[in-house]
């Protein structure tokens, strides 16, 4: 008597293929169940509400506010040109005058405020004493309108 030729790896094979076969024609008819065509455009139609969320009923529109152009931002920060009127003393501890920048520390409160030359007067020097007022930019605090004290 012939042995067999069909191995367990053999027969565990061919399971895997008709398993393989079955799923792949079930997918089939659910697609085919699933189908869009014949809905109206309605039945297809999704919404996305306040929070960003998709569903499928339309937005109220009561809740609905104007957008403006100029209110869009297309950089990665929006810049805010908040100016504090009250102007503040202090003294340059830091200035390099071939780079136009430095620091001030301010007398109250030895806040460090950075100090560009575009924002300058007149021209300064390490230790000077000036008044500046501060302004709010993208990477902190500024001083602007620098002067000497009197």
Do not use: W
């Not at 503040?88 to 560009?116: C, L, M, P, W």
């Amino acid at each position: 008597m012939a042995k067999s030729q069909i191995t367990f790896s053999k027969k565990e094979k061919e399971k895997k293929k008709i398993l393989k076969r079955r799923e792949k024609e079930e997918k089939m008819a659910q697609r085919k169940n699933d189908n869009n065509k014949g809905k109206s455009l309605e039945d297809m139609m999704a919404y996305v509400d306040e929070n960003g969320n998709i569903s499928s009923t339309p937005p109220d529109l009561t809740k609905v506010e104007e957008i403006r152009a100029e209110d869009i931002s297309v950089s990665g920060y929006q810049v805010q040109h908040s100016t504090v009127s009250n102007v503040r003393r202090g003294k340059f501890t830091y200035y390099n005058d071939e780079k136009g920048y430095g620091f001030i520390n301010d007398q109250k409160s030895q806040q460090r405020v950075f100090a560009h030359v575009n924002n300058f007067t007149e021209t300064f020097k390490e230790g000077d004493d000036v008044y500046y007022e501060i302004e709010s930019g993208p990477k902190g605090d500024s001083a602007i309108n620098v002067r000497r004290t009197a």
